[in-house]
């Protein structure tokens, strides 16, 4: 199995532009997680994602930010406009409702100028 | 609501020393415990688990055991080595209900570990 793929795994934009992270899950997961992880406050979940439906969206900044899951096989975070404190890496994880673990990925570090 | 609290880091060490990384935990019934691995450059990866009260899990020659009576899963290794040195994360998926895989993660602790 190929783990989760996200991409790019770099990003460096402008502030005011706008950024699209992606995220393929394991595939047969019905569970997807997104993560923001900083120095200053660690590891933060942003919103999860249960048979393609959103279900907590309570740790999303502000609305900049956006995420979708047009299907299990697919997911999108996107930030429009950036600014420099979305500076960060930003995890994708995915997993079973009914089991414990989540598998994340190798994360896109994402710097805004 | 659940929540977890790790020690403070960052912990240095010599290699072959003994290890501990305290880790308390807030829920309500029986959560499930967890500790993740993250190493430099990668994503979390789980390292053990502990599922009921007075399980240990153990990977890697770390080990944890779950302490209902002092809600506590503190990580032990009796020996570290040089690539052990990483982030490490206590979590805890909470009990009843359906969480759809969610965990609530400690704010992690740094390990370096010195030749």
């Known amino acids: 199995d190929a783990g989760v793929i996200q991409s790019p795994r770099h990003e460096v934009t402008e502030m005011g532009q706008e950024v699209t992270l992606r995220c393929k899950p394991i595939?047969?997961?019905?569970?997807l997680f997104w993560y923001r992880q900083t120095m200053m406050r660690g590891l933060e979940l942003l919103i999860y994602?249960?048979?393609?439906?959103?279900?907590?969206d309570s740790g999303m900044p502000e609305d900049r930010f956006s995420a979708k899951m047009p299907n299990a096989s697919f997911s999108t975070l996107k930030i429009q406009p950036s600014e420099p404190r979305d500076s960060a890496v930003y995890f994708c994880a995915s997993g079973l409702e009914h089991l414990y673990e989540q598998y994340f990925g190798p994360g896109t570090r994402l710097t805004v100028t | 609501g659940n929540s977890v609290t790790q020690m403070e880091g960052p912990v240095t060490l010599s290699e072959e020393a003994f290890l501990t990384i305290n880790c308390t935990y807030t829920a309500t019934g029986y959560p499930s415990l967890f500790w993740y691995v993250q190493y430099p450059g990668e994503g979390l990866q789980l390292l053990l688990k502990?599922?009921?009260?007075?399980d240990k899990g153990s990977n890697k020659g770390f080990e944890a055991t779950y302490r209902k009576e002092t809600t506590s899963f503190h990580l032990e290794k009796g020996s570290v080595q040089v690539s052990d040195s990483a982030v490490y994360f206590c979590a805890l998926k909470g009990a009843g209900g359906t969480s759809y895989g969610k965990l609530t993660f400690g704010q992690g602790t740094i390990l370096t570990v010195h030749p």
């Open positions: 994602f249960n048979n393609n439906v959103p279900i907590d």
């Open positions: 502990a599922t009921k009260a007075d």
């Open positions: 595939s047969g997961h019905n569970s």
